[in-house]
C-alpha cells in the first residue's frame, strides 16, 4: 500500500476529524494546479472521492459542474485507513451521502457538528497501537514503528488526530530517562 505524503496526510487526517469527512478546505496555501495535482493522486488512489456538493448544509465546493452544482469531496475508507483511523462509522456517513437527497430538513449548526461514536475493530493496526498505550509502561514511537510497521509520522498522525482527537482518549507523554517520549493511557481508559 501506497503511505500518504505529509500534504495527503495533512488532509485526510483533517478531514477525518470533521463531520461527514469533509476534505476541504485544503490547507492554507494548497492552491491552483499543486492542489489538482495532490487531488488527483488522492483520487486515483482511491483516499477521496468526489460527491454532490450539498450547498444549502453550506459545504464547500471542489469545482463546478457546469450545471448550477458543484461538487465537494469526501475521505473514503481507504483514505482513512491509509492514516490508521477506522473507517467503520465514516462508510455508514458517506453511504448516505452517496444517496441523492430528497427533500431533507434544514440542519441546525449544533447537528452537524454532533461527534459520530466510532468504533475499532480488534486485530487492526490502530487497536494494536490502542493495546500498546494502555500498557503500564506505554510505548514510544519506535516501538509502535516497529509493531505496526507504519513511518513514525504516521504513528503521530494517528496518536494526534485518530486518537486524540477523533476518539478523545486522554493520551499522556512523559521523557523517560533511556527511553525517550513514552505515551500511555491512563488506566482505566
Given amino acids: 500500500m501506497t503511505t500518504p505524503s505529509d500534504t495527503q496526510t495533512l488532509i485526510l487526517s483533517r478531514a477525518a476529524t470533521r463531520p461527514g469527512n469533509l476534505a476541504l478546505p485544503l490547507p492554507d496555501g494548497l492552491v491552483g494546479a499543486a492542489a489538482k495535482m495532490v487531488v488527483g493522486k488522492m483520487i486515483a488512489r482511491g483516499w477521496l472521492e468526489e460527491v454532490e456538493a450539498n450547498l444549502r448544509r453550506g459545504e464547500p465546493m471542489w469545482r463546478e459542474t457546469g450545471d448550477g452544482h458543484g461538487t465537494t469531496l469526501i475521505v473514503t475508507e481507504a483514505g482513512l485507513e491509509a492514516i490508521g483511523i477506522e473507517p467503520l462509522a465514516a462508510s455508514a456517513v458517506a453511504s448516505v451521502r452517496r444517496a441523492k437527497p430528497r427533500a431533507e430538513p434544514v440542519q441546525t449548526p449544533d447537528d452537524t457538528d454532533t461527534a459520530k461514536p466510532v ?30 510497521g507504519w513511518l513514525a509520522h504516521t504513528v503521530r498522525v494517528c496518536i494526534s488526530g485518530a486518537l486524540k482527537k477523533k476518539l478523545s482518549l486522554p493520551i499522556a507523554a512523559e521523557k523517560v530517562e533511556g527511553r525517550g517520549m513514552v505515551y500511555r493511557l491512563p488506566e482505566g481508559s
Avoid: H, N, S, Y
Fill in 119 to 148: 468504533a475499532i475493530r480488534a486485530g487492526t493496526k490502530q487497536a494494536q497501537v490502542i493495546a500498546m498505550l494502555q500498557r503500564p509502561e506505554g510505548a514510544t514511537v519506535a516501538e509502535m514503528v516497529a509493531a505496526t
